[in-house]
T-cell receptor, first 115, second 116 residues
Framework: AQKITQTQPGMFVQEKEAVTLDCTYD???????LFWYKQPSSGEMIFLIYQGSYDEQNATEGRYSLNFQKARKSANLVISASQLGDSAMYFCAMRDRDSNYQLIWGAGTKLIIKP | EAQVTQNPRYLITVTGKKLTVTCSQNMNHEYMSWYRQDPGLGLRQIYYSMNVEVTDKGDVPEGYKVSRKEKRNFPLILESPSPNQTSLYFC???FGTGDAHFTEAFFGQGTRLTVV
């Protein structure tokens, strides 16, 4: 069955440091998509970055990059030069054909940036 | 502005009193979903719809109903709410044909429901 695992319930990081949030996934489908969302304390869900299973290069969006290691089934989010506004919950999610393109979610990582 | 609109944002109701949470999107998306979010459990899918008149159960459909009579709207109905349905609810939409399935979902602002 499809599954997303985020092993870090919470993280503290010093401002301006880089941070890596871990995500591993499990699917038998060859075609799938991986997503990261941010949820600040205000509650809204903000899309950050996407990686397709056939994409040969790691996705990047501004300060966000995705370290995609297909053989290990990992899709870690890297935030460079962290800012106080990065403090939030971060969720990893996956879609594949076998699940009718439903978004399967990890439990999330609470990131706190220290000044 | 492209958006998903949920209403109401906050709702306190009593056990057994039927309620509807509305969801509307203006992006012509085929795929729409409802999730609930509870502390420590992440987001769990309640129902989803791949197109008009097509709906399917997600992981936690008990106690909920949905309908998709038109493309833009996907209301969530709680016929007889109970306290264990107290949660934060999200509606989301995305493109839904072929490889466009692998695009991000756009979320509504959320509905915080309390059932007493």
């Amino acid at each position: 069955a499809q599954k997303i695992t985020q092993t870090q319930p919470g993280m503290f990081v010093q401002e301006k440091e880089a941070v890596t949030l871990d995500c591993t996934y499990d699917t038998s489908d060859q075609s799938y998509g991986l997503f990261w969302y941010k949820q600040p304390s205000s509650g809204e869900m903000i899309f950050l970055i996407y990686q397709g299973s056939y994409d040969e290069q790691n996705a990047t969006e501004g300060r966000y990059s995705l370290n995609f290691q297909k053989a290990r089934k990992s899709a870690n989010l890297v935030i460079s030069a962290s800012q106080l506004g990065d403090s939030a919950m971060y969720f990893c999610a996956m879609r594949d054909r076998d699940s009718n393109y439903q978004l399967i979610w990890g439990a999330g990582t609470k990131l706190i940036i220290k000044p | 502005e492209a958006q998903v609109t949920q209403n109401p944002r906050y709702l306190i109701t009593v056990t057994g009193k039927k309620l509807t949470v509305t969801c509307s999107q203006n992006m012509n998306h085929e795929y729409m979903s409802w999730y609930r979010q509870d502390p420590g459990l992440g987001l769990r899918q309640i129902y989803y719809s791949m197109n008009v008149e097509v709906t399917d159960k997600g992981d936690v459909p008990e106690g909920y109903k949905v309908s998709r009579k038109e493309k833009r709207n996907f209301p969530l109905i709680l016929e007889s709410p109970s306290p264990n349905q107290t949660s934060l609810y999200f509606c989301a939409s995305s493109f839904g044909t072929g490889d466009a399935h692998f695009t991000e979902a756009f979320f509504g602002q959320g509905t915080r429901l309390t059932v007493v």
